[in-house]
């Protein structure tokens, strides 16, 4: 059972364009959502992150918005540029530590 | 500088052998886990580890198995009982509930030939 879903496997956008990642979760009982940053053989970088008692956080180029009635969220980067290609994790906690990782989306930035 | 650091990049094995992948840290931090990625799959939880002598089994633990003997060491073993070894295998740790995420290592390529 996933609970943590990013039904888009794959995103191209131009250069300075938005670009908007989407995420679903099923479950009503988290409360802490993250968007990790990952490209080929290395490891997950923290991108921005929003707890449920808000609906928006923003920082820089990127925000982050929280629907908890649809149980959804979503990135934007806005402008994209090539340097943001990579694939992106949404990942949600509850009341213990252990974060749920979508399946990723591989967003492409073309000039 | 704090980090997390996992050995070797890149790792070669023969098929029935077992392999230990290496993860340390010196963040301080108490909680440790192992992900393993595989294409279109995303990350899946393999083992975790919130205080030093104790661990849980994840989504995926059959046929790892890892020890917790020192705060900043997490190692994992993958045995032959693992029917497809052959992954991406990412380490973190966190500084437990509450805390803002995990912090990952570089992560170690492992094929089983």
């Known amino acids: 059972d996933q609970q943590v879903k990013q039904n888009s496997p794959s995103l191209s956008v131009q250069e300075g364009r938005i670009s908007i990642l989407n995420c679903d979760y099923t479950?009503?009982?988290?409360?802490?959502f993250l968007w990790y940053k990952k490209y080929p053989a290395e490891g997950p970088t923290f991108l921005i992150s929003?707890?449920?008692?808000?609906d928006k956080n923003e920082d820089g180029r990127f925000t982050v918005f929280l629907n908890k009635s649809a149980k959804h969220l979503s990135l934007h980067i806005v402008p994209s540029q090539p340097g943001d290609s990579a694939v992106y994790f949404c990942?949600?906690?509850?009341?213990?530590?252990?974060?749920?990782f979508g399946t990723g989306t591989r967003l492409q930035v073309f000039p | 500088d704090g980090g997390i650091t996992q050995s070797p990049k890149y790792l070669f094995r023969k098929e029935g052998q077992n392999v230990t992948l290496s993860c340390e840290q010196n963040?301080?931090?108490?909680?440790m886990y192992w992900y393993r990625q595989d294409p279109g799959q995303g990350l899946r939880l393999i083992y975790y580890?919130?205080?030093?002598?104790?661990?849980q089994k994840g989504d995926i633990a059959e046929g790892y198995s890892v020890s917790r003997e020192k705060k900043e060491s997490f190692p994992l073993t993958v045995t032959s009982a693992q029917k497809n070894p052959t992954a991406f295998y990412l380490c973190?740790?966190?500084?437990?509930?509450?805390?803002?995420?995990?912090?990952f290592g570089s992560g170690t390529r492992l094929t089983v030939v």
């Open positions: 973190a740790s966190s500084i437990g509930p509450g805390g803002p995420g995990y912090t």
């Open positions: 479950n009503s009982m988290f409360d802490y």
């Open positions: 929003i707890s449920s008692i808000k």
């Open positions: 990942a949600a906690a509850g009341d213990t530590d252990k974060l749920i």
């Open positions: 963040l301080n931090h108490d909680a």
């Open positions: 580890s919130q205080i030093v002598n104790d661990f």
